[in-house]
């Protein structure tokens, strides 16, 4: 069963722009390495901040991605214009698309 990561945190509208190149590229640099990431989707909420949720093919292969999260540059660069980030993880149960 697949599962998720879901982080909610706020962004600079001024840094918005940077924000999604950057999160773009960690995106593409974790597939790279872990391609169990099978979808990611970003929601802007009406209070302003944003939930990104990561589907993951299994915990497994999310706990893997998570454990190398050092090792890609990308993911300091990114979280670094975010500010009072939280996350969770998740079982889909369903999901009906």
Known sequence: MSVVRTHTYSVAPADLEEFLARRASLIGTIRDSHPGL????LIKLEDGTYS?????ASGAQMGA???AIPTFPEAPLTMALTK???AQNGTVIDDNH
């Open 38 to 41: 099978t979808r990611t989707l």
């Open 65 to 67: 991605a998570l454990a």
């Open 84 to 86: 009072d980030a939280t």
């Open 52 to 56: 990104d949720t990561w589907y993951w």
